[in-house]
């Protein structure tokens, strides 16, 4: 039986912010290995470098361009090398991100013990370091009417989740950002280009391993309560975001435009009764 190939995104050129960190470099690799070509993106330099060396010597086609996704100016001359390079934009994946300790409420601190200066960086880094790639990358895909955009939103934008109120509060503003850009480049530049966002459930990384484990490996108190709210009852490993990802990206998605996906085990459709 020959392949179906409308699920392929081979030869399609994707440019991934924090391709330098967990979540970014395993997509990064997945495309890869799905023949894309990848423009990496980080604003760290040394990981950056690192992961475009593993890409390579996997026989990646791979650009890396030391950017930062809160600096209009960088983003453009990234944006100016890959097509320099490879003569288009396809895809852009919105993968940078993350949280700092003091935008973070420990179970014995109020939102009164927060830090503003955390709160601002956590905020504009989850928000706008999402808004401004799509700006610049989003300008290439209007002019060709083609392109295919990926953000990353939360479980937190679903309902409130204790202790982390700047992630939350910019990963709501992704869920609806990518519904208003969705409907913004459909109706001025056609349905040849698509917004959408998955919404990761929990899954245990550098950042919040100190939250879910204990130093022994045992759940944390926290931990137990996710999965009690997951039907699949298991955190998720990083590489099953990657599905997800590439199907958005493909022409088997060609009529799903803001939408929100969530890969979560379940975690936002159940009650916990």
């Known amino acids: 039986m020959k392949p179906m190939t409308n699920f392929s995104i081979a030869g399609k050129v994707a440019v991934i912010s924090g391709?330098?960190?967990?979540?970014?470099?395993?997509?990064?690799?997945?495309?890869?290995?799905?023949?894309?070509?990848?423009?990496?993106?980080?604003?760290?330099?040394?990981?950056?470098?690192?992961?475009?060396?593993?890409?390579?010597?996997?026989?990646?086609?791979?650009l890396g361009i030391t950017a930062d996704v809160l600096e209009v100016e960088s983003l453009e001359k990234a944006a100016a090398e890959a097509v320099t390079q490879w003569g288009t934009i396809d895809v852009l994946l919105n993968i940078a991100g993350g949280n700092l300790p003091?935008?973070?409420?420990?179970?014995?601190?109020?939102?009164?013990?927060?830090?503003?200066?955390?709160?601002?960086?956590?905020?504009?880094?989850?928000?706008?370091?999402?808004?401004?790639?799509?700006?610049?990358?989003?300008?290439?895909?209007?002019?060709?009417?083609?392109?295919?955009?990926?953000?990353?939103?939360?479980?937190?934008?679903?309902?409130?989740?204790?202790?982390?109120?700047?992630?939350?509060?910019?990963?709501?503003?992704?869920?609806?950002?990518?519904q208003w850009l969705a409907t913004e480049m459909a109706l001025k530049y056609g349905d040849g280009i698509r917004v959408n966002a998955i919404a990761p459930g929990f899954f245990i990384g550098d950042q919040n391993r100190a939250v879910l484990l204990n130093p022994d490996g045992s759940l944390t108190e926290r931990s137990q309560k996710v999965l009690a709210k997951t039907p699949m009852k298991r955190f998720g490993d990083i590489?099953?975001?990657?599905?997800?990802?590439?199907?958005?990206?493909?022409?088997?998605?060609?009529?799903?435009?803001?939408?929100?996906?969530?890969?979560?085990?379940?975690?936002?459709?159940?009650?916990?009764v």
Do not use: H
Not at 142 to 169: H, L, W
């Open 19 to 62: 391709a330098g960190g967990v979540l970014g470099g395993s997509i990064a690799k997945s495309f890869v290995q799905a023949g894309a070509r990848v423009v990496a993106l980080d604003v760290r330099r040394e990981p950056l470098e690192k992961r475009v060396e593993e890409l390579r010597a996997s026989g990646g086609e791979v």
């Open 102 to 178: 003091g935008a973070t409420l420990a179970p014995d601190q109020s939102f009164f013990d927060l830090q503003i200066t955390d709160w601002e960086k956590v905020t504009a880094l989850n928000l706008n370091g999402t808004v401004y790639p799509c700006l610049v990358f989003g300008k290439i895909m209007a002019k060709q009417k083609s392109g295919c955009i990926v953000n990353v939103s939360s479980m937190t934008a679903y309902s409130a989740i204790t202790r982390v109120p700047g992630y939350s509060v910019a990963k709501a503003g992704i869920s609806n950002f990518t």
């Open 239 to 272: 590489t099953e975001l990657n599905g997800a990802v590439q199907f958005l990206c493909s022409e088997a998605a060609s009529f799903i435009t803001g939408a929100l996906l969530p890969v979560d085990g379940g975690f936002s459709a159940f009650s916990g």
